[in-house]
Nanobody, 120 residues
Framework: VQLQASGGGLVQAGGSLRLSCAAS????????MGWYRQAPGKQRELVAA???????NYVDSVKGRFTISRDNAKNTVYLQMNSLKPEDTAVYYC???????????????WGQGTQVTVSS
């Protein structure tokens, strides 16, 4: 399973960005998709996740500003980020918890990361 993320960039505080991540390859089923981020000197943290049924969860610091969604037919997850703050600056990683081979347990797959920089 390959995850291709796009949509990062440089934006001023208060601005918006939309991240996209498409999964491809040998996919039987994707149970959960999500976005993590890692800022310099900090641990990677879960930003938002969405189940195949559409249930979502967010880290407290982005609630009310970020929205995660997915298109199951396209195996794609999106992260709409509004009211961005400098503290949102990080490398954002796409994640999928998926079943990719009959007989093997589902496992995590990761995208390559996309840089989001918010200037003050």
């Amino acid at each position: 399973v390959q995850l291709q993320a796009s949509g990062g960039g440089l934006v001023q505080a208060g601005g918006s960005l939309r991240l996209s991540c498409a999964a491809s390859g040998s996919i039987i089923s994707i149970y959960r998709m999500g976005w993590y981020r890692q800022a310099p000197g900090k641990q990677r943290e879960l930003v938002a996740a969405i189940s195949s049924g559409g249930s979502t969860n967010y880290v407290d610091s982005v609630k009310g500003r970020f929205t995660i969604s997915r298109d199951n037919a396209k195996n794609t997850v999106y992260l709409q980020m509004n009211s961005l703050k400098p503290e949102d600056t990080a490398v954002y990683y796409c994640n999928a918890f998926a079943l990719h081979r009959t007989g093997a347990p589902p496992r995590d797959f990761w995208g390559q990361g996309t840089q989001v920089t918010v200037s003050s």
